[in-house]
């Protein structure tokens, strides 16, 4: 049974930071791509980055960039997302997913996610 479990998430500070994690088990991910999704709240699911275990480009959404940091534990099975100079609208579910195919929002696992409260 394939299992995406997120941690990490809680209440923080404008201007603070996270590091949420990703543990994924129940299948061998070799060629997938793992991704890191946001709801906001009464708001559309959003992208926000993507690796892959075998290491490749890493894709960001634009107004995430140079403040949040994906990587990848192949070892552990581990994906983390190191998010910094939080502001409010950062605040959502964030969720971990695996994709074997190619488009940004295309996934075949899903998590359960984790919140995120940003306090301005």
């Known amino acids: 049974q394939v299992q995406l479990v997120e941690s990490g998430g809680g209440l923080v500070q404008a201007g603070g930071s996270l590091r949420l994690s990703c543990a994924a088990s129940?299948?061998?991910?070799?060629?997938?791509?793992m991704k890191w999704f946001r709801q906001p709240p009464g708001k559309e699911r959003e992208f926000v980055a993507s690796i892959a275990w075998s290491g490749g480009p890493i894709y960001y959404a634009d107004f995430v960039k140079g403040r949040f940091t994906i990587s990848a534990d192949n070892a552990k099975k581990m994906v983390y997302l190191q998010m910094n100079s939080l502001k409010a609208e950062d605040t959502a579910v964030y969720y971990c997913?695996?994709?074997?195919?190619?488009?940004?929002?295309?996934?075949?696992?899903w998590g359960q996610g984790t919140q995120v409260t940003v306090s301005s």
């Open positions: 129940g299948r061998t991910f070799s060629g997938y791509r």
């Open positions: 997913a695996a994709s074997s195919t190619g488009g940004v929002g295309s996934y075949d696992y």
